[in-house]
């Protein structure tokens, strides 16, 4: 799937247009952006209902932030937003480290979990939770088990660094550049690798085999996809390298991409000896 990215400005709107054409022209899953300016202000609502006009039959993944989750009191607020793009689930997204290293962040989760239980046992969508570059730990998925949640993105260690995105941020922070950069290189590589994230979630699937994994963080090629599969993921998701394709060389270049990617696993599959995604996922792994 094409994981969740943007909306809220301007510029949006053209942007998930062509990801949600491609998506719907190639039949993937699309995640928008956090949808979180989307219940502050109505300016920017068709950045995110767009998705949907142009992609009427994939599954489609709404988005907010699990600080707003932490203050829910009832799913109405979030209900808008599912009706807002006519979503299939709705993705609650992890970002501690983020929220921790903006100037601007909200670094009080108190509450997350119990905001997301109420939104599995509330909400009219399945509810997704995801990392978005730091990875979820055996112990943190069987919580949000517990929660009632049954999907889960790892999103682990190996993609975008949201702390070199702060420390670039910072740059021109006057005074404040060089502390702030030293501090936030400390945190450039935390997390979970992804690959080892996978493998602590779907070890989960023993205890609750409807569990639906998914591989994000690095995510750039379909043999990725394919090594996240034999992990025990039950589908991967990519942003950064669908963005930088589309900002390069357009909506041509973006289905190029996945056409690729697309081959790049059955051919993984040929090679293996693996007829269907099942099988794949019960291949024998080596390290190398």
Aim: aromatic content about 4%; hydrophobic content about 45%; overall charge positive.
């Amino acid at each position: 799937m094409v994981s969740c990215m943007t909306g809220g400005y301007g510029n949006a709107k053209s942007i998930n247009r062509k990801l949600a054409e491609i998506c719907e022209e190639l039949q993937i899953a699309m995640g928008v952006g956090s949808q979180r300016q989307a219940l502050e202000d109505s300016s920017y609502h068709e950045t995110f209902r767009i998705v949907r006009e142009a992609a009427p039959s994939i599954p489609l993944v709404g988005n907010l932030g699990a600080a707003e989750v932490a203050r829910l009191t009832d799913v109405s607020p979030v209900e808008r937003l599912v009706e807002m793009i006519h979503a299939d689930a709705f993705a609650v997204h992890l970002n501690p480290l983020q929220e921790f290293l903006q100037p601007e962040g909200n670094p009080d989760f108190r509450g997350v979990l119990k905001g997301i239980k109420l939104l599995t046992s509330r909400l009219s969508v399945p509810v997704i939770v995801k990392e978005i570059g730091a990875g979820i730990s055996t112990s943190v998925a069987q919580r949000l088990v517990d929660a009632g949640v049954r999907i889960i993105d790892v999103a682990g260690a190996g993609g975008t660094s949201w702390a070199g995105i702060e420390m670039m941020r910072w740059s021109n922070n006057g005074s404040a550049k060089e502390k702030a950069a030293a501090a936030e290189a400390s945190f450039w590589d935390w997390g979970i690798p992804t690959a080892e994230s996978i493998r602590q979630v779907a070890s989960v699937k023993s205890r609750l085999p409807s569990l639906v994994v998914i591989a994000s963080g690095g995510v750039s090629n379909g043999m990725d996809v394919a090594k996240s599969l034999a992990l025990g993921a039950d589908l991967a998701a990519a942003a950064r390298p669908v963005l930088q394709t589309l900002h390069r060389g357009g909506v041509s270049a973006l289905r190029n991409l996945i056409v690729r990617w697309k081959r790049e696993l059955r051919g993984v599959m040929f090679l293996v000896g693996a007829r269907n995604v099942a099988r794949l996922q019960s291949v024998p792994l080596h390290r190398v």
